[in-house]
């Protein structure tokens, strides 16, 4: 059984910060990719970041310049910086991880954290 336990989300005002956390474990062989997904009331769930499991991460667009997404593969763990953040970035974030059991591979998601942009 693989789990990602995301920790880190809360009420921020805009132009503030918040970094979230995602640790995954179990029996994980490997982790390929791992990203970040939000999704708004009445809205897709959409991807934010993504790393991954060697190369350049990439971005939606609304977000360049202002997240910034990195892991520790020695703690099974990805990060998300998010900073000037804004009311559109109002969402629950879920943690997204490609993760190698036994040779087979399988998306894991998070059970998400939400973030409220407001002042």
């Known amino acids: 059984q693989v789990q990602l336990v995301e920790s880190g989300g809360g009420l921020v005002q805009p132009g503030g910060s918040l970094r979230l956390s995602c640790a995954a474990s179990?029996?994980?062989?490997?982790?390929?990719?791992m990203a970040w997904y939000r999704q708004a009331p009445g809205k897709q769930r959409d991807l934010v970041a993504r790393?991954?499991?060697?190369?350049?991460?990439n971005y939606a667009d609304s977000v360049k310049g202002r997240f910034t997404i990195s892991r520790d593969n020695a703690k099974n763990t990805v990060y998300l910086q998010m900073n000037s953040l804004k009311p559109e970035d109002t969402a629950v974030y879920y943690c997204?991880?490609?993760?190698?059991?036994?040779?087979?591979?399988?998306?894991?998601w998070g059970q998400g954290t939400q973030v409220t942009v407001s002042s």
């Open positions: 790393m991954p499991g060697g190369g350049v991460p």
């Open positions: 179990g029996n994980i062989r490997s982790i390929n990719a």
């Open positions: 997204n991880a490609y993760c190698v059991r036994d040779y087979v591979g399988s998306d894991y």
